[in-house]
């Protein structure tokens, strides 16, 4: 399969505890964006990269919240010390951006839906 | 924050009918997707439509754009009960690049029900 794929799929984890998500995008695609989702919302951009450049952070990413891309190619989202409002589905997604491609479609994941109890 | 807005937020058709949803935004955009979501999973890619373009084509699926009143529908023909989902339009502001922006707007989504 050689669409953007998440691991875990599903994690439970208590309030306090740290816990960190992988995204391996789609192998050719430069771009890669962090979205988290709550229930009967639509996805709400977290932050993206460019290679392993991380270019710009939604204010919705505290500093409880890292993401790294470190070779340009799969990046992992760290939670710590989660809190009850953390439980969402975190979607990661993938694109080709390039000069002169000035329209890019973006290739979601299929999520990691986290449970803080 | 959610830039779009859906509407209807949901709908409930019988099989073989017509779905029409139809999405607003607030700012200039580069274009507009459309998404669809199954219950609890990611999202695929239906159809982009850019700024400079008012319909477009894909299967079933028939999508306009009219910048002036900052809006956008989804048509979907025959319906078929394996259309049962959510579905999402996002915009795409300007990248001063020319690259294409970085980061989606979401609406909240129009949740379809197609019954058999």
């Known amino acids: 399969d050689t669409g953007v794929s998440q691991d875990p799929r599903h994690k439970i984890t208590k309030r306090g505890q740290n816990v960190t998500f992988r995204c391996d995008p789609i192998?050719?695609?430069?771009?890669l964006y962090w979205y988290r989702q709550t229930l009967g919302q639509g996805p709400e951009f977290l932050t993206y990269?460019?290679?392993?450049?991380?270019?710009?952070k939604s204010r919705l990413l505290s500093d409880r919240f890292s993401a790294e891309r470190p070779k340009g190619s799969f990046s992992t989202l760290e939670i710590q010390r989660t809190e009850q409002g953390d439980s969402a589905m975190y979607l990661c997604?993938?694109?080709?951006?390039?000069?002169?491609?000035?329209?890019?479609?973006?290739?979601f994941g299929p999520g990691t839906r986290l449970t803080v109890l | 924050s959610q830039q779009g807005e859906e509407d209807p937020q949901a709908l409930s058709i019988q099989e073989g009918e017509n779905a029409t949803m139809n999405c607003s935004y607030k700012?200039?955009?580069?274009?507009l997707q459309w998404y669809r979501q199954n219950s609890g999973r990611g999202l695929v890619h239906l159809i982009l439509?850019?700024?400079?373009?008012r319909e477009k084509h894909s299967g079933r699926l028939r999508v306009t754009l009219d910048t002036s009143k900052k809006s956008s529908s989804l048509l979907i023909t025959a319906s078929r009960a394996a259309d049962t989902a959510s579905y999402f339009c996002?915009?795409?502001?300007?990248?001063?690049?020319?690259?294409?922006?970085?980061?989606?707007?979401f609406g909240k989504g129009t949740k379809l029900s197609v019954i058999p």
């Open positions: 997604a993938s694109s080709l951006a390039a000069r002169g491609r000035r329209y890019n479609e973006q290739f």
């Open positions: 192998s050719e695609h430069n771009r």
């Open positions: 990269f460019q290679n392993e450049a991380q270019l710009e």
């Open positions: 700012t200039s955009i580069n274009n």
């Open positions: 439509i850019r700024s400079n373009e």
């Open positions: 996002a915009t795409d502001a300007e990248d001063d690049s020319g690259a294409g922006s970085y980061q989606l707007t």
